[in-house]
Protein backbone atom coordinates (compact mmCIF):
# COMPACT_ATOMS: atom_id res chain seq x y z
CA UNK A 1 0.00 0.00 0.00
CA UNK A 2 3.02 2.10 0.78
CA UNK A 3 4.38 1.62 -2.89
CA UNK A 4 1.07 2.40 -4.65
CA UNK A 5 0.52 5.76 -2.35
CA UNK A 6 3.84 6.77 -3.63
CA UNK A 7 3.07 5.95 -7.13
CA UNK A 8 -0.32 8.11 -6.39
CA UNK A 9 1.55 11.10 -4.79
CA UNK A 10 3.92 11.10 -7.64
CA UNK A 11 1.07 11.00 -9.72
CA UNK A 12 -0.33 14.23 -8.53
CA UNK A 13 2.90 16.44 -8.73
CA UNK A 14 3.23 15.50 -11.86
CA UNK A 15 -0.49 16.57 -12.96
CA UNK A 16 0.10 19.70 -11.20
CA UNK A 17 3.19 20.17 -13.17
CA UNK A 18 1.45 19.25 -16.65
CA UNK A 19 -1.34 22.22 -15.69
CA UNK A 20 0.98 24.49 -14.88
CA UNK A 21 2.89 23.68 -18.16
CA UNK A 22 0.14 23.95 -19.83
CA UNK A 23 -0.86 27.26 -18.41
CA UNK A 24 2.57 28.57 -19.21
CA UNK A 25 2.71 29.60 -15.79
CA UNK A 26 5.96 27.85 -15.65
CA UNK A 27 7.81 30.03 -18.53
CA UNK A 28 9.14 32.44 -16.11
CA UNK A 29 11.13 30.03 -14.13
CA UNK A 30 11.66 27.98 -17.38
CA UNK A 31 13.52 30.84 -19.13
CA UNK A 32 15.10 32.35 -15.63
CA UNK A 33 16.83 28.45 -15.23
CA UNK A 34 17.47 28.32 -18.55
CA UNK A 35 19.27 31.62 -19.03
CA UNK A 36 21.59 31.04 -15.95
CA UNK A 37 22.67 27.66 -17.18
CA UNK A 38 23.33 28.61 -20.38
CA UNK A 39 25.80 31.66 -18.91
CA UNK A 40 28.13 28.49 -17.51
CA UNK A 41 29.02 27.74 -21.04
CA UNK A 42 32.02 27.29 -22.25
CA UNK A 43 33.55 24.96 -25.20
CA UNK A 44 35.11 22.29 -22.65
CA UNK A 45 31.79 22.11 -20.82
CA UNK A 46 29.88 21.97 -24.29
CA UNK A 47 31.58 19.14 -25.16
CA UNK A 48 31.37 17.10 -21.25
CA UNK A 49 27.64 17.94 -21.70
CA UNK A 50 27.71 16.40 -25.03
CA UNK A 51 28.92 13.18 -23.70
CA UNK A 52 27.17 13.04 -20.57
CA UNK A 53 23.41 13.66 -22.59
CA UNK A 54 24.89 10.73 -24.71
CA UNK A 55 24.99 8.47 -21.71
CA UNK A 56 21.35 8.82 -21.27
CA UNK A 57 20.28 8.14 -25.03
CA UNK A 58 18.54 5.24 -26.15
CA UNK A 59 21.23 3.38 -28.29
CA UNK A 60 23.10 4.07 -25.56
CA UNK A 61 20.74 2.35 -22.88
CA UNK A 62 19.88 -0.06 -25.44
CA UNK A 63 23.50 -1.42 -25.99
CA UNK A 64 24.41 -1.23 -21.99
CA UNK A 65 20.97 -2.39 -21.10
CA UNK A 66 21.80 -5.84 -23.57
CA UNK A 67 24.76 -6.31 -21.98
CA UNK A 68 23.77 -5.98 -18.27
CA UNK A 69 20.75 -7.96 -19.14
CA UNK A 70 23.03 -10.84 -21.22
CA UNK A 71 25.51 -10.53 -17.89
CA UNK A 72 22.46 -11.24 -15.50
CA UNK A 73 20.96 -13.91 -16.96
CA UNK A 74 24.14 -16.12 -17.43
CA UNK A 75 24.83 -15.27 -13.59
CA UNK A 76 21.03 -16.79 -13.16
CA UNK A 77 19.53 -13.61 -12.11
CA UNK A 78 16.80 -14.01 -14.56
CA UNK A 79 14.11 -11.76 -12.70
CA UNK A 80 16.89 -9.10 -12.00
CA UNK A 81 17.25 -8.76 -15.96
CA UNK A 82 13.45 -9.18 -15.97
CA UNK A 83 13.25 -5.99 -14.07
CA UNK A 84 16.19 -3.86 -15.74
CA UNK A 85 14.03 -4.82 -19.27
CA UNK A 86 10.04 -3.51 -17.37
CA UNK A 87 11.50 -0.65 -15.97
CA UNK A 88 13.21 0.56 -18.81
CA UNK A 89 10.68 -1.05 -21.92
CA UNK A 90 7.80 0.80 -19.71
CA UNK A 91 9.74 4.06 -18.72
CA UNK A 92 10.06 4.48 -22.95
CA UNK A 93 6.59 4.07 -23.69
CA UNK A 94 5.41 6.04 -20.58
CA UNK A 95 7.52 8.74 -22.17
CA UNK A 96 6.02 8.44 -25.39
CA UNK A 97 2.97 8.44 -24.50
CA UNK A 98 2.95 11.69 -22.40
CA UNK A 99 4.46 13.23 -25.18
CA UNK A 100 1.90 12.64 -27.59
CA UNK A 101 -0.79 13.71 -24.58
CA UNK A 102 0.76 17.45 -24.27
CA UNK A 103 2.25 18.26 -27.45
CA UNK A 104 4.81 20.78 -26.06
CA UNK A 105 7.37 22.35 -28.69
CA UNK A 106 10.63 22.35 -28.12
CA UNK A 107 12.69 25.43 -26.93
CA UNK A 108 15.26 26.53 -29.55
CA UNK A 109 18.41 24.70 -29.03
CA UNK A 110 22.07 26.45 -28.50
CA UNK A 111 25.59 25.87 -29.79
CA UNK A 112 23.66 25.09 -33.29
CA UNK A 113 21.94 22.13 -32.47
CA UNK A 114 19.00 20.74 -34.29
CA UNK A 115 16.00 20.24 -32.33
CA UNK A 116 14.88 16.57 -32.03
CA UNK A 117 11.96 15.61 -33.57
CA UNK A 118 9.79 14.77 -30.90
CA UNK A 119 8.01 17.01 -28.30
CA UNK A 120 8.99 18.57 -25.39
CA UNK A 121 7.29 17.68 -22.49
CA UNK A 122 8.32 15.15 -20.56
CA UNK A 123 11.99 14.71 -21.17
CA UNK A 124 12.52 11.34 -22.62
CA UNK A 125 16.28 11.42 -21.26
CA UNK A 126 15.20 12.47 -17.31
CA UNK A 127 12.21 9.77 -17.55
CA UNK A 128 14.34 6.75 -19.21
CA UNK A 129 17.66 7.72 -17.04
CA UNK A 130 16.44 7.18 -14.20
CA UNK A 131 14.38 4.26 -14.72
CA UNK A 132 17.10 2.77 -15.80
CA UNK A 133 20.14 4.01 -13.49
CA UNK A 134 17.31 3.47 -10.82
CA UNK A 135 16.55 -0.12 -11.62
CA UNK A 136 20.57 -0.86 -12.16
CA UNK A 137 21.21 0.54 -9.22
CA UNK A 138 18.66 -0.96 -6.93
CA UNK A 139 19.82 -4.18 -8.85
CA UNK A 140 23.84 -3.59 -8.22
CA UNK A 141 23.01 -2.69 -4.36
CA UNK A 142 21.29 -5.73 -3.49
CA UNK A 143 24.45 -7.61 -3.84
CA UNK A 144 26.18 -5.02 -0.89
CA UNK A 145 25.65 -6.01 2.86
CA UNK A 146 26.85 -2.78 3.93
CA UNK A 147 24.38 0.53 4.35
CA UNK A 148 26.98 2.56 3.37
CA UNK A 149 27.63 0.85 -0.02
CA UNK A 150 24.11 0.90 -1.18
CA UNK A 151 24.10 4.18 -0.54
CA UNK A 152 27.08 5.11 -2.67
CA UNK A 153 25.46 2.63 -5.46
CA UNK A 154 22.29 4.90 -5.06
CA UNK A 155 24.22 8.44 -4.99
CA UNK A 156 26.05 7.33 -7.78
CA UNK A 157 22.88 6.89 -9.66
CA UNK A 158 21.10 10.24 -8.53
CA UNK A 159 24.27 12.10 -9.47
CA UNK A 160 24.22 10.39 -13.15
CA UNK A 161 20.75 10.76 -13.23
CA UNK A 162 20.74 14.74 -12.40
CA UNK A 163 24.07 14.95 -14.57
CA UNK A 164 21.94 13.84 -18.12
CA UNK A 165 18.95 15.95 -17.20
CA UNK A 166 21.38 19.26 -16.56
CA UNK A 167 22.71 18.20 -20.22
CA UNK A 168 19.48 18.77 -21.61
CA UNK A 169 18.83 21.97 -20.26
CA UNK A 170 22.30 23.18 -21.01
CA UNK A 171 22.11 22.17 -24.29
CA UNK A 172 18.93 23.85 -24.92
CA UNK A 173 16.39 20.78 -26.01
CA UNK A 174 14.31 21.12 -23.02
CA UNK A 175 12.83 23.39 -20.40
CA UNK A 176 13.82 22.63 -16.79
CA UNK A 177 10.20 21.64 -16.14
CA UNK A 178 10.05 18.91 -18.89
CA UNK A 179 12.83 17.48 -17.03
CA UNK A 180 11.46 18.06 -13.89
CA UNK A 181 8.28 16.16 -15.24
CA UNK A 182 10.62 13.63 -16.23
CA UNK A 183 11.66 12.87 -13.33
CA UNK A 184 8.34 12.60 -11.57
CA UNK A 185 6.97 10.13 -13.98
CA UNK A 186 10.10 8.00 -13.33
CA UNK A 187 9.33 7.98 -9.93
CA UNK A 188 5.91 6.98 -10.80
CA UNK A 189 6.86 4.29 -12.67
CA UNK A 190 9.38 2.80 -9.97
CA UNK A 191 6.84 2.79 -7.70
CA UNK A 192 3.87 0.95 -9.35
CA UNK A 193 7.04 -1.27 -10.44
CA UNK A 194 8.13 -2.04 -7.12
CA UNK A 195 4.67 -2.76 -5.69
CA UNK A 196 4.01 -4.88 -8.66
CA UNK A 197 7.03 -6.47 -8.28
CA UNK A 198 5.53 -6.93 -4.44
CA UNK A 199 3.06 -9.19 -5.61
CA UNK A 200 4.37 -11.06 -8.63
CA UNK A 201 7.80 -11.65 -6.58
CA UNK A 202 7.18 -13.04 -3.36
CA UNK A 203 10.75 -12.45 -1.41
CA UNK A 204 12.50 -9.87 -2.26
CA UNK A 205 14.72 -7.22 -0.87
CA UNK A 206 13.63 -4.16 -0.15
CA UNK A 207 16.71 -0.99 -1.39
CA UNK A 208 16.48 2.28 -1.36
CA UNK A 209 12.41 2.25 -2.66
CA UNK A 210 12.66 0.29 -5.43
CA UNK A 211 12.25 -3.62 -4.82
CA UNK A 212 14.73 -5.98 -6.53
CA UNK A 213 15.40 -9.78 -6.81
CA UNK A 214 18.65 -11.41 -5.15
Same mark, same amino acid.
Given at each position: ?49 ? +???? =????? *? ?5 ? %?? $? /? ?19 GAEALDQALKLVFHRARPEAFFGLADPSTYSFPS ?10 ? +???? =????? *? ?5 ? %?? $? /? ?60
Amino acid at each position: MADLAAALAALLLFVWLAVEVRRGATLGFDLEVRNTVHAWASERLTWIML +AITQ =IGSSP *FLIVLGG %LI $V /WRLTRAGRRRAALLLIVASLGAEALDQALKLVFHRARPEAFFGLADPSTYSFPSGHATTACCFYG +ALAA =IAGAR *FGAPAAR %LA $V /WAGAATLAAAIGLSRIYLGVHYPSDVLGGYVAAVMWLYLLRAGYSVWGGAHTKIGGLATPG
